[in-house]
């Protein structure tokens, strides 16, 4: 978290209580969920959204790309996203590495009620924030050209 989220997020601490799982009472039982759970569903509606090229900062999104070369390995759907967990409120705090050309600001909003929708819906708890860092934009054509320099081996 930056220094103004992790601000942000202290000062809402009567919000969202720090317990580490959420949790849903009825008559018939309780129902505890992860911070994974949330963090994987935050991160799988935010790559929903057209313009998002990938979650996470640059040391994150290097080690996916070596995890991706590992048979049997699968990316995080996590990366990149942060999520506090009470036991009826949630606040979700994302990194992303936008589309060149994309507006931001309309990228932030869908990405934001695209999240806010998904977590609601599939767990129940009430998003109090989604805070969105774009760290980085990607320019097309970057990827290919970063591919060429490593797959030329000396011997063809």
Do not use: C, W
């Amino acid at each position: 978290m930056t220094n103004s989220t992790a601000t942000k997020a202290s000062s809402q601490s009567s919000e969202v209580e720090k317990t580490g799982t959420g949790a849903l009472e009825s008559s018939k039982g309780t129902t505890s969920i992860a911070d994974t759970v949330v963090a994987k569903v935050a991160g799988l509606a935010t790559r929903e959204i057209s313009g998002v090229y990938d979650l996470g900062g640059g040391a994150a999104r290097a080690f996916s790309a070596i995890r991706e070369r590992i048979p049997g390995a699968t990316a995080s759907a996590s990366q990149g996203v942060s999520v506090e967990v009470g036991e009826k409120q949630a606040a979700v705090d994302l990194q992303i590495l936008v589309e060149y050309g994309v507006s931001i600001a309309d990228l932030s909003r869908a990405v934001r009620r695209n999240v806010i929708g998904a977590v609601e819906q599939i767990t129940g708890l009430e998003v109090v924030e989604v805070n969105i860092n774009v760290s980085d934009v990607h320019i097309p054509g970057e990827d290919e050209d970063e591919d060429a320099k490593t797959d030329t081996g000396r011997v063809q």
